[in-house]
């Protein structure tokens, strides 16, 4: 399935994509499916962020060709950090490029919306936890993160979240294309089975910091490639089975 969450006519809902309809969901689903009586065309909704999470928990670092690329170890933990909900905007919206930051860096990446609470999960259990899949831009103010050393202002900054178009729930993460594509050229690609730390390790590593909340999101790290975005650019992030995620940049906020 690949369930989303949309505006329309002044209000908002999460609904199932089915070719060009959406099946409306009746509440969330974060617990039994259940669908309204009536369907609406994807054509005619506004796109919203899929999932409303408590935290985003983002892996840096994890890809092995990225590594190479930096030329830096491999670690041997997942090096976490996070962002706040309100970075979060959905597929067609607009980043915006803030005052004053000198460098925006795209970073395409695999991200799991969590289903159901968990803390202390094993690995081998993780998949009963994930709702599904989506991609996610981890847009990031280059030149603040080398400034500040720690990461919290270069990935915070309102709409450097894109998440989208929608969670896919029916795909195997291990062996995904991950790709970005700046104005129509493709700028990243690799794919997920050279994550250092596959996904069923990164939730259950999660899960033993941090309780998981329903709509929760962990993102897995992006691949080799990474560059700058100017106003006025697209940036598009593709994961097979998925679908693309697509942001225009704004600039002067």
Same mark, same amino acid.
């Given at each position: 399935m690949r369930i989303l969450r949309f505006a329309y006519k002044g209000k908002q809902g999460w609904g199932i994509a089915e070719e060009e309809m959406i099946r409306v969901l009746r509440g969330t689903p974060f617990g039994k499916i259940e669908f309204d009586s009536y369907k609406i065309p994807l054509g005619k909704i506004?796109? #919203?962020? *899929?999932?409303?999470?408590?935290? /985003?928990?983002? !892996?840096? =670092?994890?890809?092995?060709?990225?590594?190479?690329?930096?030329?830096?170890?491999?670690?041997?933990?997942?090096?976490?950090?996070?962002k706040p909900p309100t970075a979060l905007i959905a597929h067609k919206q607009k980043i915006l490029?803030?005052?004053?930051?000198?460098?925006?860096?795209?970073?395409?990446?695999?991200?799991?919306?969590?289903?159901?609470?968990?803390?202390n999960i094993p690995e081998a259990g993780v998949s009963r936890y994930i709702l599904g899949y989506t991609c996610l831009n981890d847009v990031t103010a280059r030149d603040l993160q080398k400034k500040d050393v720690q990461w919290t202002r270069a990935k915070s900054f309102d709409t450097f979240c894109? #998440?989208? *178009?929608?969670?896919?729930?029916? /795909?195997?993460? !291990?062996? =995904?294309?991950?790709?970005?594509?700046?104005?129509g050229e493709r700028k990243q690609d690799s794919r997920?089975?050279?994550?250092?730390?596959?996904?069923g390790y990164l939730v259950s590593f999660v899960s033993r910091i941090m309780t998981l909340m329903p709509g929760?999101?962990?993102?897995?790290?992006?691949?080799?490639?990474?560059?700058?975005?100017?106003?006025?650019?697209t940036i598009?992030?593709?994961?097979?089975?998925?679908?693309?995620?697509s942001n225009k940049v704004e600039g002067g906020i």
């Open positions: 506004r796109f #919203l962020p *899929p999932a409303t999470p408590q935290k /985003i928990v983002l !892996a840096g =670092l994890n890809y092995r060709d990225h590594a190479k690329e930096l030329k830096m170890p491999i670690p041997d933990e997942p090096v976490l950090f996070l490029y803030p005052r004053g930051v000198t460098r925006l860096d795209y970073e395409a990446e695999l991200a799991i919306v969590i289903k159901k609470e968990a803390r894109p #998440l989208g *178009p929608w969670v896919e729930t029916e /795909i195997d993460p !291990a062996d =995904l294309r991950v790709s970005a594509a700046l104005n997920t089975s050279l994550f250092i730390f596959p996904v929760d999101v962990i993102s897995t790290g992006t691949p080799p490639g990474v560059g700058p975005v100017q106003a006025g650019d598009e992030v593709e994961i097979e089975g998925i679908g693309k995620l």
